[in-house]
C-alpha cells in the first residue's frame, strides 16, 4: 500500500513572544489556524489516514493573509521613523494684537527714508524749485512798476493825478455844501437849489439833458475798415480816465450801460450803426484829454499801427446835443431809505 505523504504546516509564530508575533486586539487582521505543537501528535498523520487538519480558511475581503511575520529590520527606516514621530500640534489662531503689531512694524520699516538715487536726486529738485519761486516772489514785490515800460508808467501816472483832481474837486464842493445847509441862513432856499444842482449833474450823466462845455473832437479815418468795436472801446476808457464827463460818438450819446458791436464791416454803439471816419465829442479839461490820446502806446499809435489817422482838436466849448432814451430796469428795485426808528 503507498504511503500518503501530508506536507507539514510550518506555524512560524509558534515559541515567539505576542510582540513578534505582532497580536493586536483585533485578531481578524490576521490568519490564525489551529493545530498542535510542532513535534505533537496531531502534527503527523498515520499512513493511510486522511489529514484531520482543518482546512484553510479563505481570509475576509480586505484582509491579506501572510504565511509568517515581517521581520521589524525589513521595514525602511523612514516609515519607523514617521510611526515613532510625535504628531504636530495643530496650528492656533493667530493673535489680532500680534498681527496688528507686525502690520505697524512692517509699515513703520517701510515708511523710513532711505537714502537711494531717487531720493537724493528728488529732494534736490525740490529744493531747487522752492528756491526758485521764493526768488521770483522776492524780485516781483521789489521791482513793482520797475518793469513797466516807458509809456506805461505815463499812462499810470497819469491817471494817478487826474483820479486825484477830480476827488479833491468834490471834497470842496461837498465841503461848501455842508457849510451852507448848517448856517442856518435861508436853508429851504440853499437846500432847494442844491437839489435842482444835483438833479442836473444826474441828468446829464444819464444822458437825458444836452451838455456844453470844454472838450475835445477826435476823428478816426479809418479808409481800410481796420478800426473795430474793442479799438472803439479803448478810446472811450482812456477818454474816461482822463476825465470826459460827457461823450457823444457820431449821433450817440455814450452813458454808461453803453457797448460797441461788430456786425459785418460796420459797428454799432447801443445797437445803432456808426458812420466812418468816427467822431467822439467830449467835454472835460481839453488839454488832460488831448494828452492822454498822444502818449506813447496810446490811442495815436494804436491807430497808426492799424492804417489809420487820428486827429485830436481841442475847443473851448463843445456842444453835446446827442439825448439817451432810459428803460425803465425790470429787475432792479430801489432800496428804501431807513427811518429813524430802524437802524
Known sequence: MKRLKVPRVRLPWLGKSPRDRGDTADGAARHTSTGAPRGGAAGRTSPGMPSTAPPRAAPERGIVATTGSIPRQSLPSSVTSAASAPSPPAPS????????????????????????????????????????????????????????????????????????????QQVRELEAQREVLTSGANTAAEAAAQAQKRLDQLSILAGTAPARGPGIALTISDPSGAVRGPVLLDVLQELRDAGAEVVQVGGVRVVAGSFFTDAGTSVTLDGQPLSRPFVFLAIGDPKTMASAMQIPGGIVDTARRLGANAVIEERGTVEITALHTPKAPRYAQPVPEPTGGNS
Open 93 to 168: 489662531a493667530p493673535d489680532p494684537d500680534d498681527s496688528r503689531d507686525a502690520t505697524w512694524r512692517r509699515l513703520r520699516r517701510m515708511g523710513k527714508p532711505r537714502m537711494t538715487r531717487g531720493n537724493l536726486l528728488a529732494t534736490g529738485l525740490t529744493l531747487c524749485l522752492g528756491f526758485a519761486i521764493a526768488t521770483q516772489i522776492q524780485q516781483t514785490q521789489e521791482t513793482g512798476l520797475t518793469s513797466l515800460r516807458q509809456d506805461e508808467l505815463v499812462r499810470v501816472l497819469d491817471d494817478v493825478n487826474q483820479r486825484s483832481s477830480r476827488l479833491d
